[in-house]
């Protein structure tokens, strides 16, 4: 027989040969001569010439039991070219199931080192493949549009990350770390289903959102317009092969324009006091500002409703109102809906929501341990040995109008960003959501202060957009720091322009300084009287000034203490 074993973690291991018919591992035939222990080191094999660098060849296996010899080519595995500290990777990312985060863990270093030696791994394994080119971008198509407007643009399709910022236009995502907190906020508000702060990809298909945020166009494949928000016409406007697949682009009916005029305001204390679906809605009928008294109050004519659901719970027992025990994994809460609402898009709503992770072995009782085999015992006591640091989750949604997945981090996490409210947008179908399914993946106490199915009418949206933008910017310049246009009002209202709102900001109306207002959270305002106007609005960075002032004044001073020391030297040689 010849035996190949596959080893890591050091260059060579001993093995014992003994007699092929006497062999008893650790217990040698003491009575035949012929049988004794005799100790080989193996060194780990090389695979590249030491004198040329070339690739080496195994041309000669031998059985070191019977001494039987093999010669001829012999080509080795892909793994057993990987260096020491790969193979170590290799098994360590293995043994914790693909999760980064634990292989973070356990080896001690960062993320990125992490991902760094993944792709190092994937390189060696000859299994990484070369960056799309840019041409191969479906946002290419975006460049192919005649319109000079500026818009943003949505995508259904599968697009490189920060897509818009490689090519230059306007987008709804991005991968970034110094993201914008204010429209991290709104985000949250809003209950945009994403965990982290930095990684955002797209506004979930949710109507009044594309239209809120400015979305003219959106990316689809042709054989995918059924996934298109409700109100973006099914007739593309521009197509084109890329990647060797057809990608189309679809305008949105119910547009608003970057920079738009809100004559009502909604209180801060009634906004809060909304819900994540009436939100959306609510600023299709004003804006909200942080102060008071600018503008008349807007009275809210959305039409978002909840309707009453049943609830059954299985392998899963509700110890009060908003918290759920999971005794093991896999427990289920259903929620049925008595009168389903047609005609909608529909949402399913968590708010609240907290996870403190238990034991499944905790909830097992003495006999049912005792009746499983040693084997099985260990192996859940192992599965289950660290419990307590999972630091995230997530909620998985079954229901008659599509599946879905709602993703949570604990605050152990290091990812973990405050978010607590998360809203899954199903979008609109042929037939109302009836029944709901939330799937609780592991063991442990689940609080959830709000579970609900939100329906929300859009029947009016595309008329509250169209008055909401009437009057509008026009003539808009933007650039790197600034933007500019012309404005006419007959009411006052506040300007409300859809760039991220940061204390950077300065605005002058007809050349003359104003306030910069934070509107609907995340965006940039200044209230406007009746008549026609020019408004730029310019940005520089917070600091700046007093920064380069204080370097400025510590490379005068750092001068002023290499030089003073010099002419006192020089001073002395002129006295001597």
């Known amino acids: ?60 296996l031998s059985c070191p039991t019977c001494g039987s010899r093999l010669e001829g080519e012999f080509s080795g595995c892909r793994f057993c070219e990987l260096s020491q500290e790969e193979s170590r990777f290799l098994l360590t990312f293995i043994k914790n199931r693909g999760s980064i985060k634990d292989v973070e863990r356990e080896m001690g270093v960062s993320y990125p080192t992490v991902r760094a030696a993944l792709d190092g791994l994937i390189a060696s394994l000859g299994l990484s493949t070369p960056d799309a080119p840019v041409q ?30 490689l090519l230059d236009v306007y987008g ?51 054989d995918s317009t059924g996934a298109l928000p409700a109100l973006f016409d099914s007739q593309a406007v521009q197509a084109a092969e890329i990647g060797g697949s057809t990608v189309a ?37 004003g804006v909200v500002l942080e102060e008071t008294g600018l ?24 110890l009060d109102e908003t918290t759920y025990y999971a ?26 929501m907290q996870y403190t992770a238990t034991s499944p072995l905790d909830a097992m009782s003495e006999e049912e341990l005792s009746a499983m085999s040693a084997h099985d015992r260990r192996s859940l006591q192992k599965q289950y040995a660290h419990f307590w640091r999972k630091d995230s989750v997530y909620l998985r949604l079954l229901s008659n109008i599509g599946e879905g997945r709602i993703e949570y981090n604990r605050p152990n996490s290091q990812y973990y960003c405050g978010r607590h409210d998360f809203v899954y947008n199903f979008g609109t179908s042929d037939e109302p959501l009836q029944q709901i399914t939330i799937v609780l993946p592991f063991a442990g106490y689940y609080q959830f202060d709000r579970l609900a199915v939100e329906c929300q009418k859009l029947d009016t949206v595309a008329a509250r957009a169209e008055n909401l933008g009437a009057e509008n910017l026009q003539n808009v310049t933007l650039g790197t720091n600034s933007l500019g246009g012309e404005i006419t009002t007959t009411r006052s209202g506040v300007l409300v322009v859809q760039l ?58 750092l001068a002023a203490i290499w030089a003073v020391p010099a002419l006192r030297k020089k001073s002395k040689k002129r006295r001597k």
């Open 1 to 60: 027989k010849i035996f190949i074993k596959c080893i890591d973690k050091m260059n060579f291991m001993c093995y014992t040969a003994r007699n092929a018919g006497h062999r008893t591992p650790g217990n040698p035939c003491r009575s035949v001569p012929a049988c004794r222990k005799e100790t080989y080191r193996m060194y780990r094999m090389p695979h590249k010439c030491p004198i040329c660098e070339g690739k080496l060849t195994v041309t000669q």
């Open 136 to 165: 191969d971008n479906p946002a290419v198509t975006l460049h192919l549009m005649e319109d000079q407007s500026y818009w943003r643009y949505d995508s259904l399709v599968n697009e490189p990350i920060n897509s818009p910022m």
């Open 172 to 222: 709804t995502g991005y991968f970034f770390s110094l993201n914008n907190s204010y429209l991290s906020s709104l985000f949250r508000e809003l209950g945009q289903n994403t965990p982290v702060e930095y990684d955002y990809r797209g506004l979930q298909n949710r109507t009044p959102l594309e239209t809120l945020f400015g979305v003219k166009y959106a990316l689809c494949a042709p």
């Open 249 to 285: 682009v679809y305008p949105n009916t119910a547009v608003l324009p970057i920079g738009y005029t809100a004559q009502n305001q909604i209180s801060r204390e009634t906004y809060d006091a909304l819900t994540p679906l009436q939100k959306q809605d609510a600023l299709l009928d």
């Open 295 to 318: 503008l008349p109050e807007a009275e809210l004519t959305g039409d978002t409703v909840s309707p009453a659901a049943e609830m059954e719970l299985d392998g899963v027992q509700q």
């Open 327 to 352: 005794p093991q994994d896999g427990g289920r809460i259903t929620l049925t809906i008595a009168q389903p609402v047609a005609d909608c898009e529909t949402a399913f709503v968590v708010q609240g």
């Open 500 to 557: 991220p709102y940061s204390t950077g900001w300065s605005v002058t109306v007809d050349g003359t300084p104003a306030q910069v207002l934070r509107a609907d959270t995340a965006f940039l305002g200044v209230a406007l009287e009746p008549g026609s106007h020019t408004v730029a609005f310019t940005y520089k960075t917070p600091g700046l000034t007093a920064g380069a002032a204080l370097s400025a004044a510590g490379v005068v001073l």
